[in-house]
């Protein structure tokens, strides 16, 4: 197996306790969390990790109050447009997952920017999901099918996800010591290993991503099959007891 994954999806977790425990305004969490973020993207691409996917925003997030929802909009438009000339000179490309008919204007704008500036990197994929939910994937991916009465297939419905340009992940992490999935990648995370931080994501740095690359190393990734199944692992002999 490649020592390192070939494709990392992060639930960045955590922001709003980081900056609860410092007496600052949760958008201030965010704030650094876009730092994180910046910060592991660099890592990944050191790392030669193909496609990053984090999870930016759930469809369930609009259901915080007003004021942080709309902070996040602004930032989300405010950190892209800021960082694309950074993420063109690095070679990443940027890919926004998710529904944008809720989004305003302004930020359908500026991730249609970033998409188009950075279409030519080949790199590091970055994926944001943003207004994404693993359930409106699925569905969206369904109705497309249906509309053009094609039959549902595992690899037709694959295919019309809006994750279909990358494979699955490899290595799913969660930070922010919550062990659930939060409707991120339902369908393609079927076969990814999965790691949980208790840090919180702005304090998710390069030490703690080489951590949970080191404990996916160690996985054996079965994919159903048994351990004397897979190429280079010695057939074990039944010991008796
Ligand atoms: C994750 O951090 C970022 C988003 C959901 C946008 P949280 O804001 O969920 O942080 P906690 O879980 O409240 O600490
Ligand atoms: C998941 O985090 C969504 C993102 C990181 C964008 P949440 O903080 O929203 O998840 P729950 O509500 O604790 O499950
Ligand atoms: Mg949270």
């Known amino acids: 197996m490649s020592l390192v994954p070939h494709h990392i999806a992060i639930v960045m977790d955590g922001n709003g306790r980081w900056?609860?425990?410092?007496?600052?305004?949760?958008i201030a969490g965010h704030k650094q969390g876009v730092d994180s973020l910046k910060r592991c993207v660099k890592a990944c691409a050191a790392r030669h990790v193909q496609v990053l996917t984090v999870f930016a925003f759930s469809s369930e997030n609009w259901n915080r109050p007003a004021e942080e929802v709309s902070g996040l909009m602004d930032l989300l438009a405010l950190a892209i447009t800021r960082e694309v000339p950074q993420l063109k000179a690095d070679g990443v490309r940027v890919y926004f997952v998710g529904e944008r008919s809720g989004l305003s204007d302004?930020?359908?704008?500026?991730?249609?920017h970033a998409e188009s500036a950075t279409a030519s990197n080949s790199r590091l994929i970055l994926n944001v999901c943003f207004n994404y939910g693993g359930r409106w994937d699925i569905v969206q991916a369904a109705a497309k099918l249906?509309?053009?009465?094609?039959?549902?297939?595992?690899?037709?419905?694959g295919r019309a996800m809006a994750m279909a340009h990358v494979p699955d992940p490899d290595l799913l992490i969660r930070t922010g010591d919550e062990q659930r999935i939060s409707n991120f990648l339902l369908w393609q995370t079927a076969y990814s290993e999965l790691y949980f931080s208790d840090k919180l994501w702005p304090e998710f740095d390069e030490?703690?991503?080489?951590?949970a690359i080191a404990a996916y190393v160690q996985r054996e990734r079965r994919f159903g099959k048994t351990s004397g199944q897979l190429p280079g692992v010695a057939v074990k002999t039944h010991q008796a007891a």
């Open 19 to 26: 900056a609860s425990r410092r007496y600052l305004p949760r």
């Open 106 to 112: 302004k930020v359908k704008a500026s991730l249609a």
């Open 146 to 157: 249906a509309a053009q009465g094609a039959d549902i297939t595992e690899d037709s419905l």
């Open 207 to 211: 030490a703690a991503l080489d951590q």
